[in-house]
């Protein structure tokens, strides 16, 4: 961003009392722990403090990134040239609403957790939902990319979402219209567009079973995921008809290192930050990766995290 662009933003997001900081940096809002920092770093803590802090972007030519917990994004090691909006401050609800057909209907800001979500399905004895409990993102990413575990995916549930659109206006599709597919979604075709808030279908079921399904997806993570160390979850999508993780551990890539990322040894999908990494190593590494496993397999990989430069 220019000199002048940025004095410009600066006085504008402070003159609407908007909440914002400077060189705010990426790694430290990213489970990868990786990125140098943003010009702009935005927290809006509503809808309207969304809309106008996204109004004065445009209206001063700033580039904007969209961000909820910071769970599939590598950030580039010079940072962000422009403003990165935080939307976790969205985090109101769940807000229940029963159905005649003896359904709940749970509606929830797009900052909100997952982990959250899934916490209070359980009390009020929802089910459908569970599969959702272990993955570290907020509902706007996960409508995002139909984020999904365990044989379960957003779409199973999902029933509307609430949005922004390209002209900032407030808009609400049912999830029939939002081409969920295999971690992907309208939204990706649409990057200007902002989730505000979504809603859930969920059936009624046994809190102490729903309990206990979370408890085991919660334990199978432990078990067999390197949680232990920074990361971006999954690396890469899964290829029709088989499994990245093992794709990659067949070719003998475990523990196959560039810098400081490497194959995790413990699951040969997941690229790990073993410290110092950086966005650099992990785009190496996964470049190599797709590599060797094309030459040596015919499978074709794709990243799932999302590199931001």
């Known amino acids: 961003m220019q000199q002048q662009t940025i004095e410009t933003l600066r006085q504008a997001l402070q003159e609407s009392a908007l909440p914002f900081a400077q060189q705010e940096p990426l790694a430290s809002h990213t489970t990868f722990q990786i990125g140098g920092p943003a ?3 935005c927290t809006p803590k509503d809808a309207a403090q969304l809309r106008r802090t996204l109004a004065l972007c445009r209206a001063n030519g700033a580039r904007v990134y969209l961000l909820g917990n910071g769970s599939n994004t590598l950030f580039a090691d010079e940072g962000y040239d422009g403003a990165v909006i935080d939307l976790r401050g969205l985090n109101f609800g769940p ?12 509606t929830a800001g797009a900052g909100l957790t ?3 979500l899934c916490a209070v399905a359980q009390q009020q ?3 459908g939902i569970a599969f959702a409990c272990g993955i570290p993102g907020t509902i706007g990413g996960a409508v995002y990319m139909n984020a999904g575990a365990y044989g379960g995916e957003m779409k199973d549930v999902l029933e509307s979402v609430t949005f922004l659109d390209s002209d900032l206006a407030e808009r609400t599709l049912p999830a029939a219209e939002l081409a969920l597919g295999y971690r ?13 808030s979504a809603t859930v279908r969920l059936q009624p079921g046994d809190s102490a079973a729903i309990l206990a399904e979370m408890q085991d997806y919660l334990q199978r993570r432990k078990d067999k995921q390197p949680l232990e160390w920074p990361s971006a979850g999954s690396t890469f999508k ?16 475990r523990g196959f ?3 400081g990322a490497q194959i995790s040894e413990k699951h040969c999908g997941f690229v790990i930050n073993r410290g110092g990494a950086t966005c650099a190593d992990v785009v190496r590494l996964t470049d190599q990766v797709k590599a060797i496993v094309l030459q040596k397999t015919g499978y074709t990989l794709e990243r799932e995290i999302r590199v931001v430069k």
């Open 95 to 106: 807000t229940a609403e029963p159905r005649p057909d003896g359904s709940t209907r749970l």
């Open 238 to 253: 899964r290829p029709q008809g088989a499994f990245a993780g093992k794709l990659i551990e067949d070719c003998g890539l």
């Open 257 to 259: 290192a560039v810098g």
């Open 39 to 41: 010009v702009f770093w």
């Open 184 to 196: 992907t979604s309208l939204f990706e075709r649409h990057p200007d567009w902002c989730i505000l």
């Open 125 to 127: 004895s929802l089910a």
């Open 114 to 116: 997952l982990g959250r």
